[in-house]
């Protein structure tokens, strides 16, 4: 079995050219008993299935809006789900859906791309097969970064767009951060133990309306990285916490600067390797990170439940 | 009969206990309290699974109150040499010269609690209790400390009425529990007691005694389990204490198959310590396991989001809220 991981991108304009691209792809896998996923929306679901007669029976079909829930989760479950079919003597085929977030919030979305350019790192030697439908109709953003995150074209052509993984990562990261709020709540940290860390934070959270188990992971995702930067950077070492819009966002500074090549948790560990800052990815909504001379800041953001709207009584 | 102390030394004024989350003991009938907490008053059982169990509860207890000038009274027919827990490296005392001091009571059981014709007598048990409390306080020691083993009492041939060893016990009750210098610890054999008497026996106290934490800071204590055998790990569990739980998990460890955690006071566990867990279980087979008990659910969640399958070597032990009124495998069969 070829263990090359195989990554390509479908720019299309119509549903004639999705689906003359999409179904012999998903009846390929299913002629070769790959595990075969496709990840759509119930109209092209319906098409899909249509299309493809009796083979979409051994297609396992994969709302798209659940699948593009949380991008770290996402990548994490699919190198899981690879490894698992390469075990089995098969290879995982998917067919994705990025029309799902291409217009969600900008922040997401430059995660969603980030998870197109890592996969490429992240599941290489899994033998995994992965086809993206990018329809001309998208922002123009959207489907240009989406043929620099696929090394071929969907006739298996090397694609001449594409660019270095860590490159493309790196260029998600190039602008500032939004600056803090100014009645954002400070804490200086000066002491090692994050016991109190944790009390100020857990505090905080709460009164804000977060979930005992989202604090619970809040925690151990602020640990981790205030650890990392106590162990790792330099001081002045701060904490802010403040809410924007639905999230809670906890930030940690210090003034140290990362190292060059650092991988920010971005790929899953191997098998039997440590995990840090990749785990804190899997328990917040969304990790931010920008580093240089001036120091790093790491920001964590925890969505805090959908309030139910409340009637306005007119009388 | 006096329970008092005329000693003016206060050696346990002050001396209450709450939990490391800083909440008060959960009003219970039972208070569980290591060793070296228990102070005069308390009339404390400890029902032991192992001879290592009863070795560092009793060692402890004997010893810190030779070391404090507090007098200990033993009801048993070993020779003083042949206490538990007093023999091995972690205690070197030389008990003769306890013995001769009379710092040191030991009392065979014959002349402490046996009638004439060698059968259990509940009566003189008490009256050799008052009568060394008496004494004590006559010589000036400011505590006396009580210990008997009962297991005999459960593997005798024609052994006692447990009622007459339950009157026994609330008898001893109802002089410690209000005396400012008499403190007692009841042993049993739990292996020997079946499981309804174990209970019966047990509701005569109002203290149950563990051995002494390994590791206590007020933010994470560590305490040796011996049924399962492991540790039970109270509090936070950070960077800041990675090194003192390594530390005691590769003792626990040492030469056991399995080793199970109990989780259920831990308040927080950070990820490099599920790091060092997994590291830990590297290369354990499945049945050497790391079992972690009683994962509150806020931690279960955070360990599930990050995967069991990335921890291979730990295993989800028994689950459900743990110290209810009978903590641990004290719990009623």
Not at chain 1, 54 to 66: I, L, S, T, Y
Not at chain 2, 170 to 178: E, T
Not at chain 2, 313 to 326: K, N, W
Request: with cysteine; glycine share 10%.
């Amino acid at each position: 079995m070829n263990d090359a991981f195989t990554h390509r991108v479908l720019s299309y304009r119509g549903m004639d050219e999705f689906l003359g691209a999409a179904v012999p792809f998903l009846s390929g896998g299913v002629a070769e008993g790959d595990h075969v996923v496709a990840v759509a929306k119930l109209a092209n679901r319906t098409l899909l299935q249509e299309a493809l007669g009796d083979a979409a029976e051994k297609v396992e079909f994969v709302d798209a809006v659940e699948w593009y829930d949380h991008p770290a989760r996402r990548l994490a479950d699919c190198l899981t789900d690879a490894e698992r079919a390469q075990r089995e003597g098969r290879r995982l085929r998917v067919l994705g859906d990025p029309g799902e977030w291409a217009r969600r919030d900008p922040a997401e979305v430059v995660e969603w791309q980030r998870i197109e350019a890592l996969s490429n790192v992240a599941l290489r030697g899994t033998g995994a097969f992965v086809l993206c439908p990018y329809a001309r109709s998208l922002p123009s953003g959207v489907v240009a970064a989406g043929r620099r995150t696929h090394p071929e074209t969907v006739a298996g052509a090397a694609n001449p767009s594409y660019v270095d993984p860590w490159e493309f990562s790196r260029r998600c990261d190039s602008g500032p951060l939004p600056e803090p709020p100014e009645d954002a709540e400070v804490m200086p940290i000066e002491t090692p133990d994050l016991y109190w860390l944790r009390m100020y934070v857990g505090y905080h959270a709460k009164a804000w309306g977060m979930p005992e188990d989202d604090v619970q992971r809040l925690l151990v995702a602020v640990t981790e990285v205030m650890t990392n930067a106590v162990r790792h950077g330099k001081p002045p070492y701060e904490l802010r916490m403040w809410v924007d819009g639905g999230d809670v966002v906890t930030e940690v500074t210090d003034g140290g600067r990362w190292a060059d090549g650092a991988s920010f948790g971005l790929l899953p560990p191997r098998p039997a390797g440590r995990f840090g800052l990749w785990a804190v990815r899997l328990l917040c909504s969304a990790l931010q990170i920008r580093t240089g001379d001036d120091g790093s800041t790491v920001r964590l953001r925890l969505r805090l439940p959908a309030v139910p709207a409340v009637p306005v009584n007119t009388g | 009969m006096r329970w008092a102390s005329n000693s003016s030394r206060a050696a346990y004024s002050g001396r209450t206990r709450t939990h490391v989350d800083g909440h008060d003991m959960e009003p219970t009938w039972f208070d569980k309290r290591p060793v070296g907490e228990v102070r005069p008053g308390d009339h404390a059982w400890l029902a032991y699974g192992t001879p290592e169990e009863r070795d560092r509860v009793i060692g402890a207890f004997v010893a810190d109150a030779l070391r404090t000038e507090e007098k200990v009274v033993y009801v048993t027919d070993a020779p003083p040499e042949r206490l538990p827990g007093l023999t091995g490296p972690r205690t070197r005392l030389d008990l003769c010269t306890y013995t001769a001091s009379g710092q040191l009571r030991v009392i065979p059981r014959s002349r402490a609690c046996l009638d004439g014709g060698g059968r259990f007598d509940p009566q003189r048990m008490l009256e050799t209790l008052n009568t060394e409390v008496e004494r004590a306080f006559d010589e000036g020691f400011r505590a006396v400390r009580l210990t008997t083993d009962h297991s005999w009492l459960m593997r005798e041939p024609g052994r006692p009425d447990l009622h007459r060893v339950l009157g026994c016990e609330h008898q001893v009750g109802d002089a410690v529990s209000p005396s400012t210098m008499a403190m007692a610890i009841c042993q049993v054999d739990r292996r020997l007691c079946p499981p309804d008497q174990l209970a019966a026996l047990r509701d005569t106290h109002e203290v149950l005694v563990e051995v002494n934490p390994e590791f206590d800071d007020g933010i994470l204590r560590i305490t040796r389990t011996f049924e399962p055998h492991g540790l039970r790990i109270e509090g936070e569990l950070d960077a800041a204490r990675h090194s003192v739980f390594a530390q005691q998990l590769s003792l626990v460890a040492h030469g056991r198959r399995r080793v199970h955690l109990d989780f259920s006071r831990l308040g927080f566990i950070d990820l490099g310590t599920l790091n060092l867990l997994a590291e830990h279980a590297t290369g354990l087979d499945e049945r050497d396991a790391l079992v972690l008990d009683n994962l509150p659910p806020d931690v279960e969640n955070v360990i599930e989001m990050v995967g069991w399958h990335r921890l291979p070597g730990l295993a989800r032990g028994r689950s459900g809220a743990a110290d209810g009124p009978f903590p641990g495998p004290e719990g009623v069969a």
